[in-house]
Each structure stands twice: as structure tokens, then as C-alpha cells.
């Protein structure tokens, strides 16, 4: 952040909280790094709802309903379920193998 011409020092500062790393910047990024997981998850599942709500191809929007699979509870449980197994191949993966990571 330094190398920003003109306001790269005090953006470093600013973020650091102070001249150096200390205390206050690993609780800023310590509160940055555990709400930002949350957040994307948050977008993503509406995202997923919204791509199933008006579709992926439909740029203007008509509401053709000839031959439609609904999101719930078809893709609803599909998309939970590969959710899941992914969890649980990271979490096998994760007892299993702790140095892989």
C-alpha cells in the first residue's frame, strides 16, 4: 500500500493503526477475515436464487412458464446436497490429512 503515489503512507497507517503492526491491525484483520467468508456466502445464495428465479437465458425478462422446473425443491436440494458433500470430503479430508493443509 505504501507504493501509491500520494496518499500510500497514510493509507498505511490508516490500515496498520498505527506506525507498525500491532494489536489493533490483527483484530481488524482478524474481523475481516471471519465476516468476509459470511458475506460471499450470503451473496452467492442469492445470486443461486435469482439465476432460478428469472433464469440464466432470459435477457428480457418474459415469463414464459411452458416446461419449467422450479428451483424448490428440485435445484434447492441438489445444490444442498452437493454443498454438503463437498463439506464433508474438506472435513474427511481435513481429519485425515492435517499437514496436507
Known amino acids: 500500500l505504501s507504493v501509491i503515489p500520494i496518499v500510500g503512507s497514510d493509507l498505511v497507517i490508516w490500515v496498520w493503526g498505527g506506525f507498525s503492526v500491532s494489536h489493533p491491525t490483527l483484530e481488524r484483520l482478524f474481523t475481516l477475515h471471519f465476516l468476509l467468508p459470511f458475506v ?19 435477457p428480457l425478462g ?16 441438489k445444490d444442498i446436497l452437493g ?9 474427511l479430508i481435513c481429519i485425515y490429512s492435517p499437514d496436507f493443509f
Open 40 to 58: 460471499l456466502l450470503g451473496f452467492v445464495m442469492a445470486h443461486i436464487i435469482l439465476l432460478h428465479q428469472h433464469g440464466s437465458s432470459n
Open 83 to 91: 454443498g454438503f458433500v463437498c463439506l464433508f470430503l474438506f472435513v
Open 62 to 77: 418474459l415469463d414464459l412458464d411452458s416446461d419449467k422446473v422450479y428451483f424448490y425443491p428440485y435445484f434447492y436440494l
